[in-house]
Structure formats: structure tokens, C-alpha cells
């Protein structure tokens, strides 16, 4: 779909799109329309938010957040370049404590049984939160299906809690990695890190607090967090700043122990700016290794700043961080 025909299609839909990016804005996409000429190209080019990917085999995986129509967005791709966006919903049911509509960031991983997990955040009808939730399937495409009769995770007296990525270890383990929602309740938003159970279930063991906004151009929040093992260090990516425009960027913290501490980097790694507007409010990344080489997708906003395409793009290595080969950058 091209980019106009895709903000035709979406322009009725426009007051969706400020749900579907989580409790960082509580308005509309803000921002004035960018020059299309300026933009890097997208791999997927409509509405596709907050990319999780897993790769299985030969293919690469890619889920999303929302839509009016269905709950999780899934696509494929054989080369990280062209993708091919499933008509069927990953999710098609939620489980009985969530409340359609905010269905947002998934987190796919594949356990040691075979299986399939993906974790979500969806409206725990409850405590009127976001919380996190998990799902499971035979298939990498779904239908992931829950049993569930309350969130995996759902700390209400820290706002809830969003964008849930896995991170396995070099031993094995398993570890879930979210953020709690505090900027939609007054509190600081931190990232946190917890043990996963083999078949991923549960959690079993306290979370850990790992790092929270701190910096000028991360506002007033954190998000999306994704940790990866590069030689001796843990590298910790995550999204800060209000979705819902150009301010949103790409941040990363290295430690030398998966709990930390973390030290982050004083700059973005993706930013508006820092792209030349190439890129307008990069985020939502996460980084895989795929037939031998290691890529980041994340999402950024179109021309009009009315939905958010997805990238993906090679990432090379210096001095112990991830450098993605941005496309358009002046």
C-alpha cells in the first residue's frame, strides 16, 4: 500500500491510532506533516506499531500492536525486505479479564517444547489497566489462544504494566522484561526484569528494577524495553519520550550483569533529529539475528503523521553497541 493511499484508508481512523500507542499520550498524534521526499522507505508500509519478532527456520516473524479488526498483527518475511501481512488475527480471542480494543506490543517467543508464547498487553477489565497477558499456539502465525483468568502481570499500585519482550540467556533461561505504566498514573516508569518459568506461564522469582527516565530527551517516561547479549554485555534497548510524534526516540544501556546496573547512553541511538527527519519518532525496536546477521525493527511515523510503519534494517557492532544502517539519513 503506498504511503497516500495508506493515510486515505487510516484517515477515518486517526483517533484510534492515539489509543493504540499505549498510556505515553492520552491525545492525538501531534506533529506537522513531513515531507515524504525525506522519509526512509518502509518494509511495511500501513499502520504496524511496536514490531516483537521472532525468527523460526528460514522465516523471520513479526507482531504488532492492534487494529480496528483484529487484536495482533502478523507478517513474514524471507529476507527482512519484503513482508507479507496475514489477513488472520494472531490473537482472535482474548482471554475473559481483558477488554478489547487497547490490545498493544507483543512480545513472541518460542519455548524449549516446541510451542510458541506470545506476550501482550491488553485492558484488564478489573483494575482498568493496562497488564500483560501470554498466549500460546503450535504455529508461529497462531491462533495463539489464552485460559487465562487474570494477567501474568499486572502491578495496579505501579499503573499496571506494558510492552513485555522475552530475553533468553546463553544457559537457557528465561526472562521477562516489561515496563510499568506509571505515566499514565503520576509514578516514575521503570523497567523490570523477572525470571520466566520453562513453560512460560508464570514468573518465578521478584521483579527487578533496572532503569527508569531519567535523562532530558526521554520525558517523562521509558518503554518498550528489549535486552540482547552481545560478547560479554547485556544490551538493553528501549523507547522513550510521547509516541505520538517526533520527540519519540530509541535509547540503550549496556551492563555486565543481566540485573545491571545499567549504564545508558546520554543520546538516543534513533532519534528525529538524529536521522536528519528520516526517521520521525523511531521506536518500538527490537533486534534479532537472522541467516547470519543481526537487524533492528522498529516503527516510525508516515508524512502526515497519521499511522506508524515498520523498518528493517542491518545492525553492525562499535565499541559494544548496535550501529542499524539507516536507510534516507542525511
Partial sequence: MSRARAVVAL???????????GCSSGAAPEGAATDASTLAPFQIDDD???PGALVDGDTVYAYATNTPAVNVQVAS???MKKWTVSDEDALPELPSWATPGKTWAPGPAKLADGRYALYFTAADTASRHQCIGVAFADSPTGPFTS??????????????AIDASVFTDEDGSRHLVWKNDGNCCGFDTWLQLA?????????TGDAVRLVKQTQEWEGNLVEAPVIVRHDDEYVLLYSANDYGGGSYATGVATATALTGPYTKEK??????EGTGGAYVGPGGADLVT???????????WDDAVVYRGMHAVPVTWKNGLPQPQLEGTR
Fill in 11 to 21: 484517515g477515518a481512523a486517526v483517533l484510534a491510532v492515539a489509543a493504540l500507542g
Fill in 48 to 50: 504496524f506499531p511496536d
Fill in 77 to 79: 518475511s524471507r529476507d
Fill in 147 to 160: 485460559t487465562a483468568d487474570k494477567p501474568l502481570v499486572c502491578p495496579v499500585d505501579e499503573g499496571g
Fill in 195 to 203: 525470571p520466566l518459568s520453562a513453560d512460560g506461564t508464570s514468573l
Fill in 267 to 272: 543520546k538516543p541511538l534513533l532519534s528525529t
Fill in 290 to 300: 537472522f541467516t547470519g546477521k543481526d537487524w533492528m525493527l522498529f516503527h516510525s
